[in-house]
């Protein structure tokens, strides 16, 4: 009885091993695209202005 419960288990763990790896790597591909993203909306144009604006007025705030 333990013998094929043991072999069962490892059979299960050989089986699931790819599948850990392909969800890894489509993290991966999800975090690049959201990075991609994020990079687009903060180089546009306005948002750039904006940035450029808040940290303009926080160097020149007074303390």
Do not use: W
């Not at 850990?20 to 993290?27: D, F, H, I, K, N």
């Not at 695209?33 to 306005?46: D, K, P």
């Amino acid at each position: 009885m333990y013998g094929k419960v043991r072999a069962r288990l490892r059979a299960l763990a050989c089986r699931d091993a790819g599948m850990v790896t392909s969800e890894y790597a489509m993290g991966i591909i999800a975090a690049v695209a959201f990075a991609v993203l994020l990079y687009e909306v903060v180089t546009s144009g306005q948002v750039k202005t904006e940035l450029q604006n808040i940290v303009k007025r926080a160097l020149s705030a007074r303390m």
